[in-house]
């Protein structure tokens, strides 16, 4: 099998342009759940997954087949979803639950539980600056090593662990915070 074969990226670039159909097909969900997670807004989201794909068609000569094909359009993902929130300029927003498929628990209070755990998270999660985020979402969210994002993100690998901790400890703050005032 032949990296055209095995990357429809590589065989797009090498002029195949029924290949960009595979990389849409591929990517496509991938780069919504990036984009989601850091605009915390559906229709957003899937317009910065759909510019990142028209961007990827667009400008496929900028990748240089050093970084992985998949580097190459997170990158331009963040980027894009970072800036689409900066232009905003408006605070993240209130978390949309999820359906969580927890088909284990036996009980609906347990579900319960899961479920306000789970938006707990999500609105700390919403409170990180974009950056933070957007490391925070490639490593944990999408599985990524801190060099692959790294690589996504345009940074030295120190950058990156320096700012998935001051993530952490954001996280940690925000989590904190939220759940003061749940008590009161």
């Not at 195949?16 to 984009?35: G, S």
């Not at 990142?52 to 000569?61: F, G």
Request: positive net charge.
């Amino acid at each position: 099998m032949t990296d055209d074969e095995t990357c429809p990226g590589l065989a797009f670039k090498h002029g195949n342009r029924a290949a960009f159909d595979l990389v849409v097909e591929k990517y496509r969900e991938r780069l919504y759940r990036i984009a989601y997670r850091i605009l915390r807004d559906h229709d957003e989201a899937w317009d910065v997954s759909q510019e990142t794909l028209i961007r990827a068609y667009q400008k496929i000569d900028a990748w240089d087949g050093g970084a992985r094909f998949y580097t190459w359009l997170y990158r331009i993902a963040t980027n894009l979803a970072i800036d689409r929130h900066r232009r905003k300029g408006r605070e993240s927003r209130a978390y949309e639950a999820y359906d969580p498929q927890v088909s284990t628990e036996p009980t609906a209070f347990e579900r319960l539980v899961k479920q306000e755990q789970l938006q707990h998270m999500e609105r700390a999660v919403a409170t990180l600056p974009p950056g933070q985020r957007a490391v925070l979402v490639l490593r944990h969210y999408e599985g990524l090593s801190l060099q692959e994002i790294a690589d996504v993100r345009g940074r030295a690998l120190g950058t990156i662990k320096s700012t998935l901790f001051q993530a952490f400890r954001n996280l940690k703050k925000a989590m904190q915070l939220d759940s003061a005032k749940e008590v009161k």
